[in-house]
Nanobody, 126 residues
């Protein structure tokens, strides 16, 4: 049974940092598209960062240079290091995975992702 569990959210002031974690059961991270998404009230869910089975990464323009996605394959954990946080980063953050392994394109469309965690709240105050 697949299960994704996020942790690490919280409240910080602008300019601060947080690291989100996503622990998985039922997945071998290195074989699957994995992504971090976020959603704030009244807005659509958006892709923040993605990591490919072959090791490449992609970021939303709004977080480039500030966020870093990584994974610990030995512990099957996905991370999102968030630095220089801004109030507009406030959202519920989700990790997600594509069930089919070795997919070449890990897109921004949330509908490509089959499994989701429950979300962890990030609040950035000015």
């Amino acid at each position: 049974q697949v299960q994704l569990v996020e942790s690490g959210g919280g409240s910080v002031q602008a300019g601060g940092s947080l690291r989100l974690s996503c622990a998985a059961s039922g997945y071998t991270y290195s074989r699957h598209c994995m992504g971090w998404f976020r959603q704030s009230p009244g807005k659509e869910r958006e892709a923040v960062a993605r990591i490919y089975p072959f090791g490449g990464t992609s970021y939303a323009d709004s977080v480039k240079g500030r966020f870093t996605i990584s994974q610990d394959n030995a512990n099957n954990t996905l991370y999102l290091q968030m630095n220089s946080l801004k109030p507009e980063d406030t959202a519920l953050y989700y990790c997600a995975a594509v069930q089919k392994p070795w997919v070449a394109v890990c897109g921004e469309d949330p509908t490509q992702y089959n499994d989701w965690g429950q979300g962890t709240q990030v609040t950035v105050s000015s």
